[in-house]
């Protein structure tokens, strides 16, 4: 190994002679080119420094005389780590847990083969909260779906006697569950899956909020079906919000063929659609869900699957496992990110704040009816989709919004997602719509 000598904090962090605070934006670019993985094209000049309140990021920009200097400015987001901020960056609460548990409960880390104290806090809290008899901590959102997709097989063997090896999981067309192996297996994105085969076996996908094709697929395929495994509302696809009453007519169909429904709520849980759960508003309970994202209150990785004892009772030890799934401070961070939905009432506020974002963004498509084609979302998880046209291109329009100081970053060619923190305030949803209108106006 080379010689390797890091020191201090923040700006003053040194990576041998390279001190983060001398660094421009294009020397992030540069370094993230030449050591990361270019598995992401990042916003173009621009990097986030700190946060200086739950919505408002201070970000570095080129510093217009001189590229290879840096000018810091406010960044209002409009997007809050695709939902995995809900409770406001540096929630209070959550933080001042954090801070106690390691300073003055100290307990950061044990392995789930001896007990600790915390778990039962998490497993109450969780349970109580999801409505669900059993919870499974993880730590990323893809693995809690991932976790979902194996004890729906193993159920299907073991519960419905489904013959060894032949389980079929139904997902939906245009869905995103992550990107382990299972979740590329599933996906039908040509970016997600070239090269990556061969795939997972025992897999069927039908159009999203198309009930007669569930419908025929179980009728032809029933007896193998262990799940429909799917998200209530799609997330990554561009918010797509499916019928009134899909969920319902899935929830009886599924039960009438004895085939789980299980739930990817890790985008649309925790209050984002202005209920805790989306399921909550079709008013349908899944049989198991995965949860992830704000279920660490943007502070860490947490995620959990939560189901039907039946359901979860399928798995034995030696069967799952996670070195950091529900450790000391996760659990910790867990219980009070559910108390700061509680106790804020976010998921109120979601609603509340999401009519006025919806409304605003309706106002726009009426201004703009050559533009806009489609405004969607329930709560604070929106978009608005441009008709296809090379002129309306939504990497521009964030780069336009950029300028303007809002973070809002393109799904696809053309639909922008927005889906702010839930703390957000009636003034800041106002600057993200009068920005937004400035920009579709001149595009
Ligand atoms: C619905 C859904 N499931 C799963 C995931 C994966 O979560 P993670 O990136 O934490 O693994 C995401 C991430 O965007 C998601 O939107």
Redesign the pocket.
Known sequence: MNDLNITGYGDNLKINDIRLGDLSPKDHEEIELSKGGQNYSPLENVVVSHVKDSSTLICRKPSKDNVSKYVEEELLDGLCC??AVNQGQLNQTIVDAVVHHLKEEKIPTVPRSIRHKYMSGFLLAASTFTNMDRIVPKV????S?ELTFKICRRWGYEVKKIPANKAIIVGAKGN????SMA?TSMSDDPDTQNNFGPFLPGIELVPFNDFDALQSLFEEKGEYIAAYSV?PIQ??AGVIIPNDDYWPKVAQLCKKHNILLAF?E???GFGRTGKNFAHQLYDVKPDIM?C??AAGGGIL?V?FVAGRDDVIGVLTPGSEGSTFGGYPLASVVGIYAIKTLIDENLANNANIRGHQLMSGLNEIKNNFPDKIKEVRGRGLLTAFEMYNDKQLDGHKVSLSLLAKGIYAKETHHSTLRLAPALTISASQINILLTAIAEVIKDI
């Open positions: 695709y939902s990323a959102g893809v693995e779906w995103f569950h992550g990107r979740a998200e997330g990554e990817d890790v985008q649309t995965g992830g994202k990785p995620s």
